[in-house]
Nanobody, 115 residues
Framework: QARLVDSGGGLVQAGGSMRLSCAASGINFKIATMDWYRQVPGKQREMVAT???????NYADSLKGRFTVSRNNAWNTVNLQMNNLEPEDTAVYYC?????????WGQGTQVNVSS
């Protein structure tokens, strides 16, 4: 059974940094494209960053330069380094993978950025 577990959220002041992690199990992680999404109450979930199995990355245009996604295939983890955080980055962040024809989501981790 595939499982994604998100961690690393919390409270940070504007301008600060935070690192989120996602631990994957039950999938062949080395071939999986992994994503980070975020969602604010009342709004649609939006893609934050994607990293392919070969390490190619893609980011939401508004986040380029502040967020960095990386993966560790030895540990089956994907990370999201967030720098220069803004109050508008406050959201629940979710790890995601579309694997073997199904969507898998982490449970989400709350990030709060205070002004």
């Amino acid at each position: 059974q595939a499982r994604l577990v998100d961690s690393g959220g919390g409270l940070v002041q504007a301008g600060g940094s935070m690192r989120l992690s996602c631990a994957a199990s039950g999938i062949n992680f080395k071939i999986a494209t992994m994503d980070w999404y975020r969602q604010v109450p009342g709004k649609q979930r939006e893609m934050v960053a994607t990293i392919t199995s070969s390490g190619l990355t893609n980011y939401a245009d508004s986040l380029k330069g502040r967020f960095t996604v990386s993966r560790n295939n030895a540990w089956n983890t994907v990370n999201l380094q967030m720098n220069n955080l803004e109050p508008e980055d406050t959201a629940v962040y979710y790890c995601h993978s579309f694997y073997c024809g199904r969507d898998f989501w982490g449970q989400g981790t709350q990030v709060n950025v205070s002004s």
